[in-house]
């Protein structure tokens, strides 16, 4: 089973930068697909960001069509920790995002089902 904390979350101003942190313990993170999805108040959970780990391939980076170009994934395997920096941030960024693992490969990084293990979620609030 693993554990993921997330930390990072914060009230900011719009076009504002901010780091998310999410911290891995337990199984073998080098080999998990990991994401971020974010869910704002009275609407459906949404994929952001993942980094995909597929069998003798390098890490692939996924974006959502609301944040290329402005989030980046990344993870830093000495850590068991992946980042999304968000830069340039906009209100309807508001959200709490969650850290997502996916501990057996499955084809697909974008579906939050696809995910089993899930951290308890952060707060990010972009004031206009």
């Known amino acids: 089973q693993v554990q993921l904390v997330e930390s990072g979350g914060t009230l900011v101003q719009a076009g504002d930068s901010l780091r998310l942190s999410c911290a891995a313990s337990?199984?073998?993170?080098?080999?998990?697909?990991m994401a971020w999805f974010r869910q704002a108040p009275q609407k459906e959970r949404e994929f952001v960001s993942a980094h995909k780990w597929s069998s003798g391939m390098p890490y692939y980076a996924y974006y959502g069509d609301s944040v290329k170009g402005r989030f980046t994934i990344s993870r830093d395997l000495t850590k068991n920790t992946v980042y999304l920096q968000m830069n340039s941030l906009k209100p309807e960024d508001t959200a709490v995002y969650y850290c997502a693992a996916q501990t057996q490969p499955i084809d697909t990084a974008v579906v939050s089902g696809s995910y089993d293990s899930w951290g308890q979620g952060t707060q990010v609030t972009v004031s206009s």
């Open positions: 337990g199984g073998t993170f080098s080999r998990y697909s």
